[in-house]
């Protein structure tokens, strides 16, 4: 366990930044937002940033639901190399988070680690959501959690783990019956329904479309652009196919590609696969159940003139070797 006496000791003083992963999801927005309030219990003022954008709809009336303020590194002019930044839902490093002026001293993150790095203050856990850790801070440090807090954590808890079916742990549901009893469920409702989009329609329409299945593998190209959170989405609903155990989604993405896997085979580490899969290529990573990455604009002639058969190719190739 992590006494976050350590984290209060080293942040004061000091201007405090906590930074979520680029296009943040509302794990990392309430992650933060928890974050925050705990911190300012302690007389610590942060300011929640971000690169990249907010980008559905959804997100962005979670924010106005809760309260939220959360600011993209634009409007953040002035920060120096004195801040300090706490990684939230995320780690630096990663392809998914900016590197911005401020020192990285402290992490708080669910992901496992790609890249190490050396922070003064480190609490990396495996567990379904980022909010159920930033709970925890709150519970074992006896400080009280209000109510609309608590509703934003346990959005975050629900978002990330698909309402509970994945990648759940034990510690995750001993945190929600702690959120549940806390929360309000009506705001919880509001913020919960309303959360497709017009636009996400046209994707799904697509996936349907252009959906091919091998085995219990399914591949569905989308051939404009998605933001990440609506690839991610797609690819969950390829999974809820009955035969399908293992998806591999992607969409154009600033002139390059954006993917997004999933796994229900416990022998297929869906990070795994994907970060060999794209490694010739671009990047990627993940959890054992979920896991993105890109093809940069730059290397789309490296996949030559059958773009989708050799992409097709890369991940059937590595799901056999796997699964050998
Ligand atoms: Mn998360």
Same mark, same amino acid.
């Given at each position: ?23 943040? @999801? ?81 992490? +708080? ?29 709150? +519970? ?19 978002? @990330? ?11 995750? +549901? ?33 996936? +349907? ?5 091998? @085995? ?91 773009? @989708? ?16």
């Amino acid at each position: 366990m992590k006494d976050s006496n350590q984290l209060i000791e080293l942040l004061k003083g000091h201007k405090v930044y906590l930074q979520t992963h680029n296009f943040p @999801d509302p794990d990392a927005l309430a992650s933060a937002f928890g974050l925050q309030n705990f911190l300012k219990y302690y007389g610590i003022n942060s300011l929640i940033c971000y690169d990249g954008k907010i980008e559905k709809v959804s997100t962005k009336k979670m924010l106005t639901a809760f309260g939220i303020e959360a600011f993209p590194k634009d409007e953040i002019t002035d920060m120096t190399s004195d801040d300090y930044i706490i990684t939230v839902d995320g780690q630096k490093h990663n392809a998914n988070f900016t590197d911005l002026p401020g020192d990285e001293v402290a992490c +708080i993150d669910h992901h496992p680690t790609f890249i190490e790095c050396e922070y003064k203050y480190s609490d990396i856990r495996i567990t379904g959501a980022c909010a159920s850790i930033v709970t925890e801070y709150y +519970i074992n440090a006896g400080v009280p959690l209000d109510t609309n807090t608590a509703t934003a954590l346990l959005y975050g808890l629900k978002m @990330d783990t698909a309402s509970f079916e994945r990648g759940v742990t034990d510690f995750d +549901i001993d945190i929600f019956k702690y959120l549940h009893n806390i929360c309000d469920k009506e705001l919880l409702k509001t913020v919960h329904n309303n959360s497709m989009e017009l636009d996400d329609l046209k994707a799904y329409g697509a996936a +349907i479309e252009n959906i091919r299945v091998y @085995d219990n593998f399914g591949f569905v190209y989308i051939p404009f652009d998605c933001n990440d959170a609506l690839v991610a989405m797609i690819s969950d609903f390829i999974l809820a196919l009955d035969v399908v155990e293992v998806s591999v989604v992607y969409a154009t993405r600033d002139g390059g590609l954006k993917f997004s896997v999933r796994s229900e085979q416990s022998s297929l580490h869906a990070g795994k696969l994907i970060s060999n899969a794209l490694s010739d290529y671009g990047n990627g990573g993940g959890h054992a159940s979920m896991s993105g990455g890109v093809i940069p604009a730059d290397n789309m002639d490296k996949l030559g003139k059958y773009r @989708d058969l050799t992409i097709q190719n890369l991940f059937l190739k590595n799901i056999e070797n796997a699964t050998k």
